[in-house]
């Protein structure tokens, strides 16, 4: 559930940042997309990605514990 | 002993927490700029404009009582057009948080740690609203009432401070009103009641939690008339020091204004201390619509909200990165599209649309008690 | 919460492991009852206590019968022994007493033994427990009950004064290893019948006596229920220190913050026992714990109190402030000199780069060095034997000191920094909370150097939301001031004088809150007419 509601955040809410940058600058839609997502020349990737997929990761991990709980408490 | 399964914040905490909230980032990038001089009264008039909004959250509160918003928006549309709604809700939440996140992370980029990259700010700043809230909504409130202290006596020193550094020109605030109360009112509507004012919706989430609920609402909006006239306060002292169009200009008119600040050769740069200050409404504004995303969530997926603290706060510090290439972009936005787009649908339009049903399920409620 | 259920269930299984453990333990083998035949007894006692040096056992006459005494000579006393046990058996030799049943045995204790601790056992393990503890026991041929008599006194370190909290002010006493002295110390001081003492057996090898004191009518009950219960749940081998309880019964050992307080001086803990806190006297430590206890606790010496409240104040804001130095002095001159020198006086800024010139090191390698060279000192001069430990403020002087400076290792500033951090940290009047900026200390450093002034104030903020979300014994550790409680501000950053002080502490939610409520000032009520002449 938690990957879940990761993924699904993740994606509306760059869904929407890039709604509203498609209306402030006029692009079409794939183009702002590709806009947004490379990021400046300043701004380090690495760091940005290597968080947002900690985050993936530790959904994974939360999902994984929290099905584990409850198929033992299932079981009792 | 152990602690409480509903967690509670005192009505001090409340107050704190709603002034701190309202501080965060409107003291960061300066309110009602567009009114020139007369900011300042701008921003009174909308403070006391919003007394109504939040006088109308804290009613639909009061009508279901002890269930935060999005409890109600269950109750009242059933299980499957509140899940949208409420899912909209989340996405605002966040959307906003980080925004105010970004406008931190401006801040600190641009004047206080040059050459790091924003998002070690965005991230290490999360990570740290992600503990707090891991700890809990008490632990927030209580947090909150060590640190309000601090947040009141600077905005109050700044003032004093430039008033003894002989940078407060009162001509700077002259003539009062010279076009009327024409621009006034363009700049209250829709910019000043949606941004600070309006987003106490998201305390709708908070408020059922508050220890006493009866006084909730009472408290909520005496901390909103406070907290707007220090606002007003704090807008008077940027306009007298720095003039009605270099606080436009500014990126950051505290900080500028508080750069001003020069007493005995000795209290200088008083601007970087203000930072602290600054972060701390910050932390607040972010947490809480961190807090009602995350509750959000907990009601939509079903899971209980710390689950999703970790994975959400990552999104929020990868959000405020790619919300906008740069400064100008992100404050054009903020003022030309957000206040329409986002702000209004989800401050006055849903609660307006669940006023009706609200009052509706209500009495149905109210009948059935009575029928037991 | 299956694995809260896991560990419930490990727990138990435990636990019955352990019990029947410790009965094998206390018996040294096996766990015989005690017979009427004497022989049998001594052989069983022989047994339980073969190959100990310190064990006597004597062979005696009893009321006309054969008997036996035995006791530890390293746990009893001797001249005591004689007197109170051996003379009055060789006088009751003299007259005709016999004992043939057990209230006969009796009557012959009230008559030769009075004024005597003793128990009656009827198992033999409950004798051989006694014994351990400083008894000797007394058993007579043909009585199913075996008599124990209290003769121990052991040596202990006389009262001294404590060697941590020393005051210039103020009662020169301090507990010792003796909880039998301690507790005297503690009810010299509060002779009043609501005082109470709990002894219970704490470790499994070791058996340790550990006290609680409380004051009834007084303490919050739930809070005292909660001291019990902790301290009945310790599941260990050994108890050496109070410090090993306090580890077993804090809310939290994941901080570095002391959760339970802990004095080596009785008037604080009767203080605080009247507060409505409870003590815990552990046999062998001369630091009792108090618990609950909250932040503001260990910026409070029991000096304060003893003179004027102005000066009691302001010192008390002096600590304040020197944890806050402890804490964050050497960081912000790592985020000052690395990343914002425009916070720094301009001529101010010029003379420390002078200084720093020669400097090969960046400014946190330096100070890191200055740090852990302190660190060591400071270890170094504890735990030196005391006839070298001239040696330790030399080599420390020369180390820290003008040296290093001399030799373009450090610049004369960081010195200074140094010194003043190290100062600070010992203001504390409770050693144990300096360890929380000692260690916190390096966690600011380090944040400072990657993210300067605002690293800093991340660590401020996470250790304040840590703080916040302690708790001890159910009080929360920042209490009077998070939450705010208005009433209980006369006694945390400021002490008001005594007669403004009325109440005990809101959130010890004590059973009798007022604590002197017809206390008043000491000035004479100015009446309007006149008045004086």
Redesign the interface.
């Known amino acids: 559930m938690v990957t879940i509601a990761f993924v699904f955040i993740l994606i509306s809410s760059t869904l929407l940042s890039i709604l509203l940058d498609m209306h402030l600058y006029n692009l079409s839609f794939f183009q702002t997309l590709h806009f947004s997502l490379t990021l400046d020349a300043g701004t380090r990737e690495t760091i940005v990605f290597t968080a947002l997929i900690t985050g993936l990761f530790a959904s994974f991990f939360l999902d994984y514990r929290m099905s584990k709980k409850e198929s033992r408490e299932k079981r009792s | 002993m152990q602690r409480e399964l509903v967690e509670k914040i005192s009505l001090t905490q409340l107050f704190i927490l709603v002034s701190a909230f309202l501080f965060g980032s409107a003291i960061v990038v300066g309110i009602g700029g567009e009114a020139k001089q007369d900011s300042w009264i701008a921003v009174i008039v909308a403070c006391l404009l919003s007394i109504i909004p939040v006088w109308f959250y804290t009613f639909l509160l009061s009508r279901i009582p002890e269930k935060n918003l999005f409890e109600i928006m269950e109750i009242v549309l059933g299980k499957v057009i509140s899940k949208v709604f409420i899912l909209l809700y989340i996405l605002y939440f966040f959307y906003v948080s980080a925004r105010v996140l970004r406008d931190f992370g401006e801040l600190i980029v641009g004047d206080m740690l040059v050459n790091t990259p924003i998002e070690v700010i965005s991230i290490t700043f999360m990570l740290f609203v992600a503990y707090i809230l891991y700890l809990g909504l008490e632990v927030l409130g209580r947090f909150s009432e060590i640190y309000a202290p601090y947040l009141m006596g600077s905005i109050f020193a700044i003032g004093i401070l430039l008033l003894f550094s002989r940078e407060l020109h009162v001509k700077n605030v002259m003539p009062i009103l010279p076009e009327g109360i024409g621009p006034v009112i363009g700049t209250v509507f829709p910019e000043l009641i949606t941004f600070p004012f309006g987003e106490l919706v998201a305390f709708m989430m908070i408020l059922p939690y508050a220890s006493k609920v009866r006084y909730a609402g009472k408290t909520t909006i005496f901390a909103l008339i406070v907290s707007g006239l220090i606002l007003a306060y704090s807008s008077f002292v940027q306009i007298a020091t720095l003039g009605p169009e270099a606080k436009l200009r500014s990126k950051f008119p505290l900080l500028t204004a508080t750069g001003e600040i020069s007493l005995w050769d000795f209290i200088e740069r008083v601007d970087l201390i203000i930072i602290f200050v600054v972060m701390f409404g910050i932390l607040v504004k972010v947490s809480i619509f961190f807090y009602g995303g995350l509750k959000g969530l907990e009601l939509v997926f079903n899971r209980p909200y710390r689950a999703f603290i970790y994975p959400m706060a990552m999104i929020i510090a990868f959000m405020s990165i790619i919300i906008s290439k740069n400064f100008a972009e992100h404050i054009s936005e903020g003022i030309s599209m957000v206040p329409w787009i986002i702000h209004f649908p989800f401050q006055f339009g849903i609660p307006l649309l669940l006023f009706p049903f609200v009052l509706w399920k209500a009495k149905v409620l109210k009948s059935e008690g009575k029928k037991r | 919460?299956?694995?809260i259920?896991k560990i419930l269930l490990s727990q138990k299984s435990y636990n019955q492991d352990k019990s029947l453990k410790h009965e094998q333990l206390s018996l040294g083998k096996e766990a015989p009852p005690l017979s009427k035949d004497l022989k049998e007894n001594q052989s069983n006692i022989e047994k339980a206590f073969e190959n100990a040096k310190d064990f006597k056992i004597e062979n005696i006459h009893v009321g006309n019968r054969e008997g036996m005494i035995c006791y530890l000579n390293s746990m009893t006393d001797t001249s005591l022994l004689a007197e109170k046990i051996m003379v009055p058996l060789s006088n009751s030799s003299q007259q005709d007493r016999s004992i043939t049943n057990l209230e006969e045995f009796e009557s012959y204790r009230k008559e030769f033994f009075s004024g005597v601790g003793y128990h009656f056992h009827d198992k033999l393990h409950g004798l051989i427990d006694d014994v351990l503890a400083g008894y000797a026991g007394v058993i007579v041929d043909g009585q199913p009950k075996g008599l124990s008599l209290h003769v121990g006194n052991i040596e202990y370190r006389p009262i001294e004064e404590p060697s941590t909290q020393t005051v210039i002010r103020g009662p020169k006493e301090g507990f010792t290893e003796s909880m039998d002295t301690n507790i005297s110390l503690i009810r010299r001081r509060i002779q009043n019948t609501s005082l109470k003492f709990e002894t219970m057996t704490v470790g499994k090898d070791t058996r340790t006596s550990v006290t609680i004191a409380y004051i009834d009518g007084v303490i919050n009950e739930?809070i005292l229920d909660?001291v019990k219960k902790r301290i009945k749940k310790i599941r260990t081998h050994a108890i050496f220190d109070s410090g090993n309880v306090e580890e077993y019964i804090s809310d939290k050992n994941m901080t570095v913050f002391p959760l339970i307080y802990n004095t080596e001086r009785p008037d604080s803990a009767a203080a605080n026992l009247l507060e409505g806190k409870a003590v815990i006297i552990v046999n062998g430590s001369p630091f009792v714990l108090i618990a609950p206890t909250v932040f503001s606790d260990f910026f409070e010496a029991t000096e304060d109190y003893y003179q004027s409240f102005f000066i009691g104040s302001f010192i008390r804001l002096i600590r304040y402030a020197s944890f806050l130095i402890a804490l964050t002095l050497p960081s912000l001159y790592v985020a000052l000199t690395a990343?914002?020198h425009?916070?720094i006086?301009t001529d101010l800024l010029f003379s420390l780069q002078a200084q720093r010139e020669g400097v090969p090191f960046p400014a946190v390698i330096e100070l890191l060095i200055m740090e852990v060279t302190f660190e060591i000192l400071r270890e170094a001069g504890i735990r030196m034997p005391r006839a070298i430990g001239q040696t330790i403020s030399i080599v420390g002087a020369l180390v820290i000191g003008q040296a290093a400076v001399e030799a373009g290792l450090v610049s004369n500033a960081l010195v200074i920094v140094i010194a003043l951090t190290a100062l600070a940290t010992f203001v504390s009047p409770i050693a144990s909370f300096t360890a929380a900026a000692r260690l916190l200390r390096f966690i600011f450093i380090f944040m400072a150097a990657v993210?300067?002034?605002?690293g800093i104030?991340?660590c401020l903020?996470?250790m304040?939301?840590h703080l916040?979300?302690l708790?001890s014994?159910?009080v929360?550790y920042?209490a009077p001031?998070?939450?705010?409680i208005a009433e209980d501000q006369e006694d945390v950053f400021l002490r008001f004088p005594f007669f403004s002080n009325k109440r005990r502490p809101h959130y010890l939610k004590t059973e009798s809150p007022l604590k002197n409520p017809e206390s008043e000032s000491p000035t004479p009520p100015r009446s309007k007419k006149g008045g004086g002449s």
């Open positions: 919460m299956g694995w259920k739930g909660e990343f914002h425009a916070l006086p993210f300067g002034l605002y104030l991340l903020f996470f304040v939301a916040v979300s708790r014994f159910g929360p920042l001031i998070a939450p705010f």
